[in-house]
Every structure is written in structure tokens, then in C-alpha cells.
């Protein structure tokens, strides 16, 4: 008779890593997390760790110096590095996309010029869609790119959000490019702007001091301001002749394996939140027993870690379908939309069960509460998370 194989079951080399992760994140990154978070300071001796475990090119191919792992194997990476703090995902994840439009975009020697530097975190990457008056509309992009000769083109215009924007040396930028376009997202183009990390003020490209949050902090969200910025013709990605004009359906797809990152984030924060219950509610006495004997804080842990379960097994269907190269944006989208979400019931009841030492700086959960509301907006708001469902149950399901 044959044996029905777990659905999250992981193999050998997944276990392996997840465990490396988990023991990284037990040692180094909860017991420092509250630190940087307090000062909002950059996490630079956790982040050189990372650059060690080779974290920056996990998904970037072997050739180019990276572990060519698969989008499943990543997602469950972000789970245990978010499940210590969200904001060290947070360097890793534009990274992560950035190196994607790269393999599946980019030329060969697009591809040879940036991987080998990225896999090692030598460069770290960044990407940039949104603007100040921007929101979720991205086809309102008003950032454009003009040809200034053969072979260069020049960037005015202001970009907001940009995670890692400040210490990325290179920022994968969309642009309008042909303002008459029909269809309209026919006149974008991504381009490959290079900057010098850590460095505010690159010619014509200013990078404004960062952006002050409720929570995600310790890496940096700024704003970009693009200012008679030359950018050479081939750093188009894809090259001038194929990739002018792609640049919307390229971020497009990049936003699919976002948004199984930002689930996979979700999960992470859910699953932290559920162990930190677990906890103390077990040690926490209240009328002569353990709170975790009532029936109300029974009930709520109940919730938490049905929520918490079902997050995770949306997540990982959505990273194998990616894996196994079918559509994967309506499950992307549901996983993003009930992953945050359940990251913000359980990081609420979590606060809940903690009484008033949840909103105590000295506990944990303080920071998980405030972390948890980011992914709600990040990468899609639940709302556009819903319309897109919607709009694609539909498409599949057509009378």
C-alpha cells in the first residue's frame, strides 16, 4: 500500500538548513533583537553572520556562487529568520527579489556582472515601486527615464519605501519610459541603477535620511530622489531591445514571489507569538492555576495555532506551485492576505494573554505587536490582496 507523504514534510537538505537557521536565530538574533530595535541602529555583526551562512545567495544558481536553491527552501528560511525578528528578513527579502528579476530577466552579462556579488553579499540589492502619491496604483508611476544619447538615459523623479535603501548598491528601479504607451503598463521599464552603499549622496541620486516606523526597525525604509541620475542604456534589465517596456510585467512577476516572501514572514511572526503564549500561560497563575488551564485563554491558543498552521501550509502550496513553474498569483495572494493576517491575530492575542506586561517594553510580544501591521500593507494591502483573488477566481471560474 503506498504512503501518503506529508504534505510539509522537508527533505534532508531543508531540514538541514532550517535547523541551521533556527539555531542561528535562537543564538544570535532574539537575544540581540530588542537592542536594535530600541535604538532603530542597523543589525551590521548579525548581518555579516548571514553573509557567512551564505544566506544572500540562496536561491541564486551555483555557477554564480549561490546554493540554487528553490523558492519553497527560501520561504521556509524567512519563517524561522522571521520568527527571530522580522526586520533581518527585511534585508534579506529585497534582495532576494532583486536577484530573481535578475536570473529570470536579465542578460547573460547582466547576470555575470551582478550575481557572483550578490551571492556572497558583497552587493545587496534593492527594488523600488512605490512613490509618494502612489500607494497601491503602480501604473501611476510618474518616476520617468528619458534618452539623453545613444546609449544613456536620464532618471528624474522620487521613489518612496525602499527597503535597504540607503546600504543596496544596486536599486531595481521602474520608470516611465513612453508616456503615451497603449496599454498603458506597456510604457514602463525597470532599470538597474547602481549607487555606492551606505553612501546618502551618489550623483544625482539622493537618498534622504530614513524614514522613522512603528515598527521594522533597524533596517532602513527611505525615500530615493532621482535627480538628472545617468544610467547606461545596458543596465536596462534585460537589455535596451527586449526590456524596454517590460519593466511592469517583470516587477509583476517579482511581486508573486514577494508575496509568498511576505506569507512566509506572516508565519514566522504568528509562529513567535504562539510560542511566547504557550509559555506564559503555562507559567502565569491566576485563581489558583496556570492561566493556560481557563477555558478563555485554552480557546484563544486554540485560535492561534490553527491560524499559525493554516498560514504555513498556505505558504508552502504557493512557493511549490511557483517551484513547479505554474501560476501561482491568486494562491500568492491568499497566502500573503491570511499569513499577515493571522500574524496580527496572533500577535493581538499573544498581547492579550500577556495582560499588561504585553504592553511592557520588557516583553517580547511589545515588539511583535508592533512589527506584525507591516505585513497588512507591505507588498499589497490585504485589501488589493482581495481584489486580485477575486478578480482571479473569477478569470479561472468562467461561466
Same mark, same amino acid.
Request: glycine content about 8%; hydrophobic content about 30%; aromatic content about 10%.
Given at each position: 500500500m503506498a504512503v501518503a507523504v506529508p504534505f510539509e514534510e522537508k527533505t534532508d537538505e531543508q531540514k538541514a538548513i532550517t535547523e541551521m537557521v533556527r539555531q542561528f536565530v535562537d543564538e544570535q538574533i532574539l537575544p540581540n533583537a530588542e537592542h536594535y530595535d530600541h535604538e532603530d541602529s542597523f543589525p551590521e555583526p548579525i548581518v555579516e553572520q548571514m553573509k557567512e551562512l551564505g544566506l544572500f545567495g540562496v536561491t541564486i544558481p551555483e555557477e554564480f556562487g549561490g546554493m540554487g536553491l528553490d523558492l519553497t527552501t527560501y520561504a521556509? /528560511?524567512?519563517?524561522?529568520?522571521?520568527? !527571530?525578528? /522580522?526586520? /533581518?528578513? !527585511?534585508v534579506i527579502? #529585497?534582495?532576494?527579489?532583486g536577484s530573481y528579476l535578475l536570473m529570470k530577466f536579465g542578460t547573460d552579462e547582466? *547576470?555575470? *556582472?551582478?550575481?557572483?556579488?550578490?551571492? #556572497? !553579499?558583497e552587493i545587496r540589492a534593492a527594488f523600488s515601486l512605490s512613490e509618494p502619491e502612489l500607494g497601491s496604483d503602480v501604473q501611476a508611476i510618474k518616476t520617468s527615464a528619458k534618452k539623453v544619447d545613444d546609449d544613456t538615459y536620464e532618471i528624474n523623479g522620487q521613489k518612496m519605501w525602499v527597503t535597504n535603501g540607503l546600504r543596496s548598491g544596486l536599486v531595481f528601479t521602474l520608470v516611465k519610459t513612453d508616456p503615451d +504607451?497603449?496599454? &498603458?503598463? &506597456? !510604457?514602463?521599464?525597470?532599470? /538597474? +541603477?547602481? *549607487?555606492? $552603499?551606505g553612501e546618502p549622496n551618489n550623483p544625482g541620486l539622493?537618498? $534622504?535620511?530614513?524614514i522613522k516606523k512603528m515598527g521594522y526597525k533597524g533596517v532602513e525604509s527611505t525615500e530615493l530622489v532621482f535627480d538628472g541620475y545617468r544610467c547606461p542604456a545596458e543596465n536596462i534589465l534585460g537589455g535596451e531591445s527586449a526590456g524596454r517596456g517590460r519593466g511592469f510585467s517583470q516587477m509583476m512577476d517579482a511581486l508573486e514571489v514577494g508575496r509568498v516572501n511576505v506569507a512566509a514572514r506572516g508565519v514566522g511572526v504568528a509562529q513567535r507569538a504562539l510560542e511566547l503564549a504557550l509559555k506564559y500561560s503555562q507559567e502565569r497563575k491566576a485563581f489558583g492555576k496556570p492561566i493556560a488551564q481557563h477555558q478563555a485563554i485554552t480557546f484563544k491558543l486554540a485560535d492561534m495555532g490553527t491560524q499559525t498552521e493554516a498560514a504555513r501550509l498556505m505558504t508552502i502550496r504557493a512557493a511549490r506551485l511557483k517551484d513547479a513553474g505554474q501560476r501561482s498569483d491568486m494562491e500568492a495572494g491568499m497566502a500573503k492576505l491570511f499569513a499577515s493576517e493571522a500574524a496580527r491575530f496572533c500577535a493581538e492575542e499573544c498581547l492579550r494573554i500577556h495582560g499588561g506586561y504585553?504592553?511592557? *517594553?520588557e516583553y517580547e510580544?511589545? &515588539?511583535?505587536y508592533r512589527d506584525a501591521p507591516l505585513l497588512l500593507i507591505g507588498e499589497g494591502t490585504s485589501e488589493i490582496q482581495k481584489m486580485v483573488i477575486g478578480r482571479k477566481l473569477l478569470e479561472r471560474h468562467k461561466i
Open positions: 521556509m /528560511i524567512v519563517e524561522e529568520l522571521s520568527r !527571530g525578528w /522580522i526586520s /533581518i528578513s !527585511g527579502n #529585497t534582495h532576494f527579489i547582466q *547576470k555575470h *556582472k551582478y550575481l557572483p556579488r550578490m551571492a #556572497t !553579499g +504607451a497603449e496599454p &498603458r503598463h &506597456r !510604457g514602463f521599464t525597470c532599470f /538597474i +541603477a547602481e *549607487k555606492e $552603499p539622493t537618498v $534622504p535620511p530614513q504585553g504592553y511592557s *517594553k510580544i511589545e &515588539r511583535l
